[in-house]
């Protein structure tokens, strides 16, 4: 199985993700958070929700079972006992802190290697869902100004432009544009959300056909 046929599943973060986590945010950032900030994040700040988009580890696949006698009877002495759970890589990972009336997205990013293939478009879209189910009135971000990748996905998601924080990104000083959706509740945004899951559905559907695995939640 290859990386791009590897089906992609979310599931919490957790403190033993960490150094995984913060790999990625090396590869996508200038700065990032130490990891007693993440500690911090995931066992004391109960506002806080950090998700991650997972897949088969390939490269830690399990040998071919042994054959002979010897094998056999490693098997015997280890029958009834627990399977180990299959390796998982970490695709990319998404934080979100539950303010008042709404969510705001604090972090964002996809390994480089296994980007363009639909992986942040599924965080960001779980996000939402998470909202909605916490009452949560809009969703917010910033994003940098020369970000125009994440800030097209995040328009595709309804988000809009609402202002500019100035020299926000403190390794360089770039402002950040903040972003907005429209009520969660409003009947032509779920609208929206919900065309963009059939559309998910849809490529899912056709990559299934052609032996390619694309995200369809």
Known sequence: MNATAAPITLRPMTTADIPRVIEIERQS????????????????????????????????????????????LRRLLHRGQSVPAPAERIAGYLGLWYMIDE????????????????????????????????DAQTVTLEVRVSNTAAQALYEKYGFRRLGLRKRYYTDNNEDALIMTTPELSDPAYQARLAGLRRARER???????????VPAC
């Open 103 to 134: 969510a705001h997205i604090v972090a964002v990013a996809t390994d480089p290697a296994l980007r363009r293939r639909g992986i942040g478009e599924l965080l960001v879209a779980e996000a939402l869902e998470l909202a909605r189910a916490r």
């Open 203 to 213: 490529r899912a559907q056709e990559g299934d056909r052609n032996g390619v695995h």
């Open 29 to 72: 950032f200038p700065t990032t958070w130490p990891v007693t900030a993440y500690k911090q994040e995931l066992e004391q700040n109960q506002l806080a929700r950090y998700i991650l988009a997972v897949m088969p580890d390939t490269a830690a696949a399990s040998p071919p079972p042994a054959r002979g006698l010897r094998a056999r």
